[in-house]
């Protein structure tokens, strides 16, 4: 009865002890955010695919199964969740925002969809994308642009921009996206929520459809930290079928949310003093550094040199990973293809030059480029020894301090159509997120104050598997703060 | 550095993209302009520094080597363009005169 009219405003974990009390039930929830979705997603435009129908039935599923285990339910049993469409989920189209598979269903569930599922999370659709997760703004997808809850006329962040904006408006508690250089933390910032890029490693990746191999991971948004960290201990841990996923215990994340952060030390690095940081976001970041304070952090200066050359390493070392991984669409065994060609030569060419959009071009041809005999070692070699000179500068600064705070990204929302034309002004809004990916340690975005109506997001990046620190810093700062708490007002006039 | 039409077309064919020539001509201006920008990473000296691959400090991981079940044949063919008794059809690989 109280649901339907706050659903928006509600957390995950809020709606966890509202469960558990028998106050609402699955099925009551997962209608109102379906409601949500008919009133305002058409405003919006974060889901590629509302699953409605399913939603319905797992959400009866849940209140089953809570009737049945009692105080033994899993803490998000019959909490809605929205999923990034790079992230397979049978019975319902995994498109990555791409033309070229428009019409791709998976056969089979990605590891964290199928502990979503063992968790009894309700999942209620598939979210908007930059076209494999390549961009900043979901203006890279195929089907539209999604808009910013807070500014109709501003990008979401991207990648994972549905997902974001999703979860901003209202239109779920819950969402997973994925980060390769800052795809979570950046529209996180921008929408004003809260995403986390766990360690490479820390999360499986099978079934996540591949952009750049060693740099991807799924990451969790929610309205809060403790939300963040309840559906973090869901989707973690090793799996058999991602080599790359570490065999290590999971712990309850939200054990580590305390509110005192004395005895913890707080690194600042003069580097993410940068050209074209918005007066507004230092301001906000520089308060936010002094609330860690006074909440009994100890400040400390740390110096990461080789900040400024992340860019380039970033965008030398995903595009060529992206032009292998990408290999794979051929118009042969899925997706898109085009039968009138003459060969098969020209099945390939023909496909993926008309199922592959700009952006998506633009990296398989650096990335080809940068592979390609004569300059392998000018470029891609190169990037991976620079990688290896900005891991060291973590590994040095993690010894002397336990988290390190900066801005997550260097503006508040830009306008749609402001960096879509010059693909490296649009890169640079992921100037302080990528060497996170590239160390392949852990980063979470919190919103901490607003300029003129937009969200600010402040990063807390942790040491690998750090996830613990990282949580009790953003946890005990949102406390003091309630940054988190600001909903976007969005009319409900304008139905589909 | 600049990268040359031809180049550019080059590329393109090694990663099986038809190009317009309006994007050969877009992409020669923004790879060159991508490509300026990353040769910034000529500033440092990295002659004795290993590259880095992989972030995780695991190396060819194993399991055993042991039957399990696979998906079914249906599952794994119904994404496919052109099927034929349980194949998947594609056009003729090796030239025959």
């Known amino acids: ?496 | 550095m600049s990268l040359t039409r031809d180049q550019v077309k080059h590329v393109a064919e090694l990663a099986k993209l038809r190009l317009t020539e309006t994007e050969v001509d877009l992409f020669q201006e923004q790879l060159s302009a991508i490509l300026e920008h990353a040769a910034r990473l000529d500033e440092l000296d990295t002659d004795n520094i290993p590259p880095t691959a992989t972030v995780l400090p695991l190396r060819n991981v194993m399991r055993p080597d042991q039957v399990q079940p696979s998906f079914p044949r249906q599952a794994m063919l119904q994404n496919a363009p052109a099927v034929q008794e349980h194949c998947i059809k594609v056009k003729a690989v090796l030239e025959s005169e």
């Open chain 1, 1 to 496: 009865m109280v649901m339907t009219t706050n659903v928006d405003a509600l957390t995950a974990s809020q709606a966890s002890t509202r469960l558990a009390q028998g106050d609402i039930s699955s099925l009551e929830l997962t209608r109102a955010v379906l409601d949500r979705i008919a009133q305002i997603d058409g405003q919006i435009q974060a889901y590629l695919t509302v699953m409605a129908e399913q939603a319905l039935v797992q959400a009866k599923e849940a209140d089953r199964r809570r009737a049945q285990e009692g105080d033994q339910a899993s803490p998000l049993l019959g909490v809605p969740i929205a999923i990034k469409d790079v992230i397979c989920v049978p019975g319902a189209p995994t498109t990555c925002g791409s033309r070229i598979l428009e019409h791709f269903e998976s056969p089979y569930a990605a590891t964290v969809i199928e502990k979503l599922c063992a968790a009894g999370l309700v999942i209620v659709g598939k979210t908007n994308t930059d076209e494999f997760a390549m961009g900043s703004s979901t203006e890279n997808s195929a089907y539209f642009t999604t808009r910013n809850p807070w500014d109709l006329e501003r990008v979401p962040g991207g990648s994972s921009g549905g997902s974001a904006a999703a979860v901003s408006a209202g239109m779920a508690p819950l969402a997973l996206g994925s980060d390769t250089g800052g795809s979570v933390r950046q529209p996180a910032a921008l929408c004003g929520g809260v995403g986390l890029k766990p360690t490479y490693g820390r999360v499986s990746r099978y079934g996540l459809v591949a952009f750049a191999s060693s740099l991807d991971q799924i990451g969790p948004f929610a309205r809060d930290v403790r939300s963040t960290a309840m559906l973090l201990s869901v989707i973690a841990g090793h799996d058999p079928r991602d080599s790359t996923s570490m065999p290590r215990p999971v712990p309850d994340y939200t054990q580590a949310l305390r509110a005192d952060l004395h005895g913890v030390r707080v690194g600042v690095p003069q580097e993410y003093t940068v050209e074209g940081l918005q007066p507004a976001v230092s301001d906000a970041v520089q308060k936010a550094i002094a609330q860690l304070q006074d909440l009994g952090a100890e400040i400390r200066e740390v110096h990461l040199p080789h900040t400024p050359y992340a860019l380039p390493t970033y965008y030398l070392i995903a595009p060529a990973e992206c032009s292998a991984n990408l290999a794979r669409y051929d118009g042969i065994r899925y997706g898109l293809s085009t039968p009138d060609a003459p060969d098969i030569w020209e099945v390939y060419r023909q496909t993926r030059g008309s199922g592959l959009g700009p952006e998506v071009k633009r990296r398989v041809m650096l990335g080809t480029y940068a592979l390609s005999a004569g300059y392998y070692d000018a470029f891609y070699l190169k990037a991976q020894k620079v990688r290896t000179l900005i891991r060291q500068d973590f590994d040095r600064a993690f010894e002397q301090v336990d988290v390190i705070v900066g801005p997550t990204t260097p503006t508040t929302a830009f306008k749609i159509g402001e960096k879509a034309d010059d693909p490296l002004q649009m890169y640079l809004s992921d100037v302080f997120t990528l060497s996170c990916n590239l160390a392949g340690i852990c980063g979470i975005s919190i919103p901490c104050g607003f300029a003129e109506g937009l969200p600010i997001g402040l990063q807390i990046q942790g040491p690998a598997f750090g996830e613990e620190r990282i949580l009790h810093v953003a946890y005990a700062y949102e406390q003091a703060t309630g940054w988190h708490k600001s909903r976007p007002q969005i009319s409900k006039e304008h139905d589909r």
